[in-house]
């Protein structure tokens, strides 16, 4: 039998022996620890470190690069900012009945006001700040859309740049055109002073309006308020227009005698039908003998936009401002509105529609705010507005021989002995030509920005004439915002115009007798 103890002892022997491999064991791998790694094994992990080096350089590169292109756009953005605010002028200078600048870009929509010119008198605004915004053409091409009346936008596309020059179809409606060629013609065309006729014969032409409207057109002309009812206030206003008259002396008359003399002061449409006729018979007689002498170079007339005039002509000139949006008291006294008629043959040479800012000259439309006497007149135009009233058969382009050219030289108008601005001759070898079409408008600026929102220098691109009309008849009309260069000689010349207009309205609204009228009538025409 065995002996337990020993059995114990063995036992405590065998756990002491386990216990001593355990420890040697952890000596071991403590040992292969604190040993470097096999060569084999030291290659992979040096490789991925220099990968990981590697990528953060590429990482740094990649971001300065962003960087630098990040603050280049920064930087073009803040230049053109600059650009666009020097050459608008400040925002918080323009006139308080003008239209707030909008910024120019494809999708953005410019607003005319409801009603630019309701309540303020020409000139009215001259103690406010004046500034003349610039529409932006940003590209030759670009299309920017406009809206100036109600319901309804334009496409107004981008021309050229030097000058900045605009076209925007359908801008008047085919029955806008129509109107505002009826109304020429009962006004009377005038043969312009280009034109190779005798004076004899200038002089008879003007004195005699081209009469081919129907009786009812007439009426509808002379109805301002479109009541149905010729009334005296409304013959009075067509006597006083600031450009002359409608019809001639003897037609007024006698339209006017035939409205004092019905009971109720007015004249319907069957009235007016025997009252017309008989006040136009003699003129009828000698209209026969101008339109077979009507071979001129172009014959034009001015018409009235102001209050009075016909609702087509105030609506193209509250368009006219809200698309510029200049205060509306420069576009109030500027010109009246200029109607040319074209046939066949008839031209006009390239020109500037202002003139250049000279020692000794003085802009005609504010002389009378000026010393007169010692000064030379000269046209000062902002800038042109063109409608086309007609399309064209053949020929009759508007053309900008130097449009757009890197730099202007009058010498440069000779080219191998051929004038550029004849445009008899040198048409096909303009820059930029427009063909007419009936409702379009031409817009460009005669003048650059002086860079603090005023008018500078001329703009010497916008030489432009207009082809020889080829076969058809071609009708246009004129619109030029005037300002004189002199911000100072400006706002005075408003300042009297303001003046003199209330005197005149004063004196519109007292009581007339009838020999007082006649006798006014006699001295206005």
Request: glycine share 8%; charged share 25%.
């Amino acid at each position: 039998m065995e002996d337990p103890t020993e059995d114990l002892m063995e036992d405590v022997e065998e756990e002491e022996e386990e216990e001593e491999e355990e420890e040697e064991e952890e000596e071991e791998e403590h040992n292969n620890d604190d040993l470097p790694p096999p060569p084999s094994l030291k290659a992979p992990f040096r490789s991925a470190r220099m990968q990981i080096q590697r990528s953060s350089v590429c990482s740094r590169a990649y971001f300065v690069v962003v960087m630098v292109f990040f603050h280049m756009y920064i930087l073009n953005v803040i230049g053109l900012l600059l650009y666009v605010h020097y050459n608008n002028g400040p925002g918080e200078l323009v006139d308080g009945d003008a239209a707030p600048p909008a910024s120019v870009g494809d999708g953005v929509t410019l607003t005319a006001p409801s009603d630019p010119a309701a309540g303020v008198p020409p000139g009215e605004d001259h103690g406010q700040s004046l500034s003349l915004a610039r529409i932006e053409g940003i590209r030759v091409g670009h299309v920017q859309q406009v809206s100036l009346v109600p319901d309804r936008t334009h496409a107004m596309r981008t021309l050229g740049l030097k000058p900045l020059l605009f076209e925007i179809p359908d801008f008047l409606s085919e029955e806008e055109c129509r109107t505002v060629v009826q109304l020429a013609r009962l006004k009377g065309l005038t043969e312009s002073r280009t034109s190779a006729a005798t004076p004899g014969r200038a002089h008879e032409e003007a004195s005699q309006p081209l009469l081919s409207l129907s009786t009812e057109e007439v009426f509808s002309l002379l109805d301002l308020n479109q009541d149905g009812l010729l009334q005296k206030q409304e013959i009075v206003s067509h006597s006083r227009s600031q450009d002359g008259t409608w019809l001639n002396p003897d037609n007024l008359r006698q339209i006017l005698s035939g409205v004092e003399a019905r009971p109720t002061g007015m004249l319907t449409l069957e009235d007016f039908g025997r009252v017309y006729d008989q006040s136009r018979r003699p003129g009828q007689q000698r209209s026969g003998k101008l339109r077979s002498r009507f071979k001129q170079r172009n014959k034009h007339t001015l018409l009235h936009q102001g209050p009075g005039s016909h609702h087509v002509l105030q609506s193209l000139r509250n368009r006219l401002i809200g698309l510029t949006r200049l205060p509306s008291s420069l576009v109030e006294l500027s010109e009246p509105l200029q109607v040319i008629r074209y046939e066949h043959g008839d031209f006009s040479d390239a020109h500037h529609d202002s003139s250049a800012a000279r020692l000794g000259t003085t802009c005609e439309h504010s002389r009378l705010a000026g010393n007169a006497s010692a000064l030379t007149a000269v046209s000062c135009r902002y800038l042109t507005m063109l409608f086309y009233l007609s399309s064209v058969e053949e020929g009759g382009e508007t053309t900008f021989p130097v449009a757009d050219n890197r730099t202007y030289e009058e010498q440069a108008l000779q080219q191998e002995g051929v004038d550029l601005t004849d445009t008899r001759e040198t048409c096909v070898r303009g820059n930029v030509r427009i063909k007419p079409a009936a409702g379009t408008a031409l817009l460009w600026y005669n003048h650059l920005s002086d860079g603090r929102g005023w008018m500078g220098e001329l703009d010497e691109y916008s030489l432009h004439g207009d082809c020889p009309v080829s076969h058809g008849l071609k009708w246009t009309a004129n619109s030029w915002v005037n300002v004189d260069p002199d911000h100072r000689q400006q706002t005075r010349y408003q300042r009297l115009a303001a003046q003199r207009h209330r005197a005149a309205v004063e004196e519109h609204y007292q009581p007339l007798s009838y020999s007082d009228l006649h006798q006014d009538l006699h001295q206005e025409l």
